[in-house]
Each structure stands twice: as C-alpha cells, then as structure tokens.
C-alpha cells in the first residue's frame, strides 16, 4: 500500500525546500484557472492495493456512506486548522486530495429551530420562537456570532514559490503542515482499505412519498 508520509530534515533548509519543490501538486479548480497547490493522487489504481481490495473500493464507491466517512477526516483536518487550511477532493472523478486555503465567517444566522435545526436571519426576540419550517416553537438564539465556513478554491497554495527568502521557523511550520496533509491522505486510504474489508455493498429499497389529489366525499 502507497505511504504518502514523508520524513523531512527539518534542520536542514535543503531537504525542508526539496520536499516542498518536489511534492506532487493538482489543480485547486481547473486547468484553465492556472491555481495549484499541494496534492495527493488517491486513485484507487495508484494505491498498491491487491485486486480484492481495489473491486471492493469500487463498488464502496457507489454508496454514500462510503464518501460519508472519508470527509468526516477532511473535516476534521479543517477543524484542527482553523478551517484556514482544508482538504478536499478534486478531479473528474474526484481522485485527487488537494490542499485548500479557507476561513470563516459570520454567516449572519441568529437563531436556529432545536427541533428540525432550521436556522434564521432573526432572533427570537425579533419574530419570537416558532419556526418556519417545522411550525413548533422551538427556535433558540446563537449564544455567540454564529460562523459559517469557507473555501477559496481559485487561490493556489505557494505556486511558483523557491522558498530563498523563508526564514528556517517558517519553512519548518510549512513543512509540518504538508506533513499533517500527507497523514491525512495516509489516513484516508487507511479507512478505506478498513472499509472494504469490513463492510459489504447490498441493495435497498426505499419507498419514496408521493403527494397526489384524490376524490372524497364530504
């Protein structure tokens, strides 16, 4: 199985630049937007994986579940970051990890519904506690600014960048982070290969509700 990990020499300025220069990089939107950033090719093919193994990623694939539990670790790389770095799949068939830059925001919400989690541009004291949607009263304010998070996904993450004029402190906390991205792609396939042992596909059927108009006496 393919380790992205790499150990670096980080008190050495040559090998903290030769893997940054030399780390493999894709787009961060499409080629025609010229923005790329550090990256890790996750498809299934270029793993190493034993044939087994790969038949059964494919067929994961068709479930959500499967995706579910995969960008519950981007999430989390986010959330360590501050959301001000991010990992998220690019690609056709999104095969690529790609390191995004990010952040967060208000989101300009002031209330939300305990029950369906609905939320709202108004407090409670503004248009009291019923909600829109549910129509129960159960809406509660933000105890704090409610933020929302962000991508920046035209932005590209040190494209073009010799590294001469980083200091030894920055170069070191750069390198960690794509070290941290790297952990993150080898996590990735970790739970992946866990999935496709442990788990099976099997078909379900769901009824979906359908709203028609009938005739009834009164």
């Keep these: 199985m393919k380790i992205f990990t790499q150990t670096v020499n980080k008190r050495s300025r040559k090998a903290m630049t030769d893997y940054l220069a030399g780390h493999f990089r894709y787009d961060t939107m499409n080629s025609w937007n010229n923005a790329t950033s550090y990256a890790c090719n996750l498809k299934i093919y270029r793993l190493g994986l034993d044939n087994k193994t790969v038949n059964k990623l494919y067929e994961l694939m068709e479930t959500n579940e499967f995706f579910d ?109 794509i070290q941290e991205f790297d952990a993150l792609a080898d996590n990735i396939v970790a739970e992946a290969v866990y999935m496709a042992e442990n788990c099976d596909v099997q078909d379900e059927t769901i009824y979906v509700p359908q709203t028609r108009k009938v005739m009834a006496y009164v």
């Design 69 to 177: 539990q995969l960008h519950d670790l981007t999430y989390e790389f986010g959330a360590e970051h501050d959301y001000q770095w991010q990992a998220g799949f690019n690609g056709r068939s999104g095969g690529y990890l790609v390191l995004y830059q990010g952040g967060q925001k208000p989101s300009g919400d002031k209330s939300f519904c305990t029950s369906c989690g609905q939320k709202n541009y108004t407090s409670v004291a503004e248009t009291e506690n019923i909600c829109g949607k549910c129509g129960k009263p159960e809406r509660k304010d933000y105890s704090r600014t409610h933020m929302s998070i962000y991508t920046s996904p035209g932005l590209g993450v040190d494209q073009c960048e010799d590294f001469e004029d980083w200091d030894m402190d920055s170069l070191r906390r750069r390198v960690e982070l």
